[in-house]
């Protein structure tokens, strides 16, 4: 428990299921989380995310199999997790009428920090989430993205071993994703706390995470970083290379074409770019080529492999939401 | 202040505090402290009345509670009528309002026991209750005392006081209900809708269909004891209404003098022989209605056991 070597597990779930009626909304779910690292639980919505949360929460019951939270069994001893976790529901609230200070001050006397190093504390955080400004605004006149940084804010207050935000990117725009995803990579790191999220936003939130599950229809399908979860789930899937140029003179295509390796080329007329599939990264063969006719090459990119493919096949449909 | 109150007292704090910075508190409140101020005048014009009719005016302070000149009803009955509301309006958005605005799962994933939650606002809309109708009884004896120059008794005192821990009760009962009702609708329109719809049943309707079921059973042939019979059967279905329930208790409460609440058909042969008007005791007193003070506390008890039950195993996700 005191270790804090990379190999700590610090959120164990075995076999953890949950069954409503007919449904099996968790499915005989195997992960382990160690200390100290982000791991994004991505799956479209209604893959049984949000109900893993709240069995290792203990505010539901697990029809099968154990979770453990920090050494401790949620479903047993709730409020013992309660205190070492901080949960950030998707769509949090809070009391509205209310400023930050005072709803941060709330949170802190529940856990029953000492009122005037609750208010320091707040204050801290407040500054940390960049609300500083903005502290003696009651909360109904925040912005989305406004509460989801007091959001933050509000679960570290308890200086939790432990945070599970539960889609925290929902409802805000890009850029302000990026900054929250900014935001919680700085945090975890200065203060040394496990981050679990759950998204269903594959792109946006991959690149914070140091390892992904990838959740469907309440089954691990896979896990790691991005490169292993393609292996995984395509090991099959071919290289991708785009590229445009100034000009396609039939030659040069042929020669591209006739590459060792190459499989398949394709022009992608959406993007102006051409798109040569391949069994191994071709890109500077491609490069030599083309600079050998005379062509200017506008763009050359290897594609990151096998990420449009999971998000084509697993989450569209369910990320308008 | 204690350095680290326990998250009980802190959850009951901002709710106390809530409902003080709450318009709603003070709508309720006015329209109680209005028409009680309201029957308080008419009792005070009146009880000069009821002391010249009265042949004992011991216990004359006692009528400023139940004295009405026929326009406006008595303290009591405002009491009985208006309690309802009160209770209703501070609890029937106790809990779901918390889950649509998504505050319930943020409170629930601290370290508080889920049970805290809600017997927190239970006892927090009590506790604003309970300042509430002491602060209007005693004003209402205050005001009686000045403009009446009357002597309170110490007998007089503690059946007052007795009376408004009853009410507090039969508001308790309501408060219950309402959020009973908030822990089953997830919508508070529709907890309130229920709650004042069983209000208005009680308050209003139910006499009306006693009425019906009064008529439908008369008895045809004309003997004491098919008469009792009838009685009887009446009275037990009066007994289902809570707002009759309480007014038996307060009517030992406040009559002094009555001592038994059925009818007379029913007297025992040891309550014949009682000497009609001898004011009984504080104690006697409740001993008469207390088969309808256990029955208040019981369904009280029973509203909120259901709901602690349904909302420990409510699974609470956020908002919906």
Redesign the interface.
Known sequence: MTSTMMADPVITLTGLTKRYGELTAVDHLNLTIHRGEIFGLLGPNGAGKSTTILMMLGLTEPTEGTANVCGIDPTRQPILVKRKVGYLPDDVGFYEDMNAVENLMYTARLNGIPDDQGRREADRLLELVGLSDAKHKRVGTYSRGMRQRLGLADVLIKRPEVIILDEPTLGLDPEGIKELMELIRQLSRQEGITVLLSSHQLHQVQEVCDRVGLFVKGKLLAQGDVNALAQQLFPDEKVKIRFSLSDTPEQLMQQIRELPDAVDLEYDRNADEWVLQANTDLSSDIASLVVGHNVRLYSLKQEKFGLDEIYLRYFQGSEAS | ?R???S?FW??VR?EVADYL?SWRFYILVGIIMLTCLGSLYTALSGISKAAAADVRIEFLFLRLFTVSDGNIPSFMEFIMFLGPLLGIGLGFDAINS?RN?????????????RDYVINAKFVASLLVIGVAFFALGLLVVGMGIIVTGLELSFEEFIRIIAYLLMSLVYVAFWLNLAILFSVLFKQPATAALAGIAIWLFFSIFYSMILNLIADAIMPSEESLAAYRRFESTLLFFSRFSPAFLFSEVTTTLLYPTVNRLNSALFATEQEIFMIPDTPLSIWQSMLVSWPQLTAMIALTLICFAISYYVFMRQ?????N
Not at chain 2, 105 to 110: E, I
Not at chain 2, 315 to 319: A, G, L, V
């Open positions: 202040m350095k680290n109150a998250p802190v959850i901002k910075h918390e605005k998504g505050t319930l799962s943020r409170t629930l994933a601290q370290p508080v026991p699974e609470i996700r956020s908002r």
